[in-house]
């Protein structure tokens, strides 16, 4: 219940919702206030115009990539924990739930790093909704397509907070507090935040950093695969915020 109320409430603070509410706002207010309802009005569609733009996306994205990629291995290192974003329920073509596309970057990843240090992977990701924890089918796409193998998997979280204290459980009692830490760029901040609080010592290991340094005319010219990064910026964003709050 309590990861539904949250969704629903931080749905309301995200596009496209925040944008509509905008809007529907001003269509509400334009007659008895004109200029304060076009006002409203038309700010819906500029931030709709702004947002869905490439070059918007990517610097917001990019004002969250602070962690760089992982150049050289760290000795101190003792696993390597890959986080799980969400999953694709009942895919016709793999008989069943399988990761999404944000699970199966970061495991693609994970399996790079496994290769080049030989560390073991815990896998951390639960399922609010009921259907198979996203551990489960990450450990699932990590040795079946990748051929990795899966020492841990915590399939209990519903939040990145949640996937650092379960995980920091399971690794205790294996002595490591030391890990690589796998997921977006973009995410990354907010992870590791929360992988220390847990009691972790964090090498960040980010992937799919979105900054372009090559900026052409078709960034100003929106789409709705910006609008997208957009969204994954704001939703970090506030994410921080709310972390800092609840400490």
Request: aromatic content about 10%.
């Amino acid at each position: 219940m309590n990861w539904i109320i949250v969704n629903f409430v931080s749905a309301f603070l995200l596009p496209p919702i925040n944008l509509l509410v905008l809007g529907i706002a001003g269509l509400a207010t334009v007659k008895k206030h004109p200029r304060l309802g076009k006002s409203l009005i038309v700010s819906s569609f500029l931030f709709l115009f702004i947002l869905s733009t490439p070059f918007v996306a990517s610097t917001l994205l990019g004002s969250l990539e602070t962690f760089p990629a992982v150049t050289s291995l760290n000795p101190n290192a003792g696993a390597i924990v890959i986080l799980g974003a969400g999953a694709n329920s009942s895919a016709p073509e793999y008989g069943g739930d399988t990761v999404d596309a944000l699970s199966l970057q970061r495991v693609r990843y994970g399996a790079t790093l496994q290769r080049r240090s030989g560390l073991p992977i815990l896998v951390s990701g639960g399922n609010p909704t009921g259907d198979t924890p996203v551990g489960i089918l990450m450990k699932d796409a990590l040795e079946r397509d990748f051929h990795v193998p899966v020492r841990w998997v915590e399939d209990q979280s519903s939040n990145t907070y949640e996937n650092a204290i379960y995980s920091f459980k399971i690794l205790h009692q294996s002595g490591i507090d030391t890990i690589y830490l796998v997921s977006q760029a973009w995410h990354m901040p907010r992870a590791v935040a929360s992988f220390e609080k847990a009691g972790f010592h964090v090498i960040p290991a980010p992937t799919v950093f979105s900054s372009d340094k090559h900026v052409s005319i078709m960034d100003f010219m929106p789409n709705a695969v910006a609008f997208l990064k957009s969204y994954y910026a704001i939703h970090e964003m506030i994410g921080l915020v709310w972390y800092q709050f609840k400490n």
